[in-house]
């Protein structure tokens, strides 16, 4: 009976998400990156880490739309994602 009693007695206090709410599509501005990413994600049994790509841009058309803040990719775990200059391009250079 005092194991009843010491689950009432703790209090489950709620905290905001740590990027905060962002709204919803009503405007379908992203239903394509979404519907990419989604059927990436069906044709590889959801397996997340093979729709990196189509996850970005889905991020980077909410981005642009203001569907959520502005945050850098390399931020959201895409860095290596990230256009950078070729090796081959420096070492073509005399």
């Known amino acids: 009976m005092s194991t009843a009693m010491n689950f009432s007695s ?9 990027k905060g ?23 590889n049994s ?19 739309n203001q569907l959520m803040a502005k945050e850098p990719l390399e931020k959201l775990g895409f860095k290596d994602l990230m256009d950078k200059p070729s090796q081959q391009n420096k070492e073509a250079k005399p």
């Open 10 to 18: 703790k209090s489950f206090r709620p905290r905001a998400p740590d």
């Open 21 to 43: 709410s962002f709204p919803l599509d009503h405007f379908g501005e992203c239903k394509a990156f979404k519907e990419k990413f989604m059927k990436c994600l069906k044709d």
């Open 46 to 64: 959801y397996d997340n880490s093979m729709c990196r790509l189509q996850s970005k841009d889905y991020l980077e058309c909410r981005m642009d």
